[in-house]
């Protein structure tokens, strides 16, 4: 006589733990500095330094991260996201409007390292006038920026 044995497992991800790589288009749709332009970008954007000169206070960034994370119920801890800027500051997105906030995995498939290479990427082409500033924002305000990684970066 023959025994079976049936394994049924079943697998399910609640709202907040799904494809936590992308940012949650409700909660950062992403948002623009005013004060950048196409017209301003070579004394803006495109000097060195700054988005540094711009850059929020970590106070700020680890609060809103607390936040949102609570607020979409990610999984593990504050140590395992580092809270981006969903349109880069070096591509005229805006540095303390929530909407331009959301806490991006540090590990995993798609990783913060990538998308900082995707940024600088882009950032590069907008300052040598190969694209736009709204163009290069596009690219970041998509619903999903891993396809213009690959596009950039085919593996």
Not at 36 to 54: A, E
Not at 84 to 111: F, K
Request: charged share 20%.
């Amino acid at each position: 006589m023959r025994t079976c044995l049936l394994f049924l497992v079943l697998v399910g991800c609640s709202p907040g733990t799904a494809q936590t790589y992308l940012p949650n288009q409700q909660h950062a749709p992403g948002a623009i500095n005013p004060k950048v332009t196409q017209t301003n970008l070579h004394s803006t954007v495109c000097v060195l330094g700054w988005s540094r000169s711009i850059r929020p206070q970590a106070s700020y960034m680890n609060q809103r991260k607390a936040q949102q994370m609570r607020e979409l119920n990610l999984p593990a801890t504050s140590h395992d996201y580092h809270e981006d800027h969903r349109v880069p500051l070096c591509a005229g997105g805006h540095p303390t409007d929530p909407r331009n906030l959301w806490p991006q995995p540090i590990t995993g498939e798609w990783t913060e390292r990538m998308k900082d290479q995707l940024e600088s990427s882009v950032c590069r082409q907008i300052c040598r006038g190969d694209i736009t500033l709204e163009q290069g924002q596009a690219i970041f305000l998509a619903p999903d920026w891993t396809k213009e990684y690959m596009r950039y970066f085919p593996r």
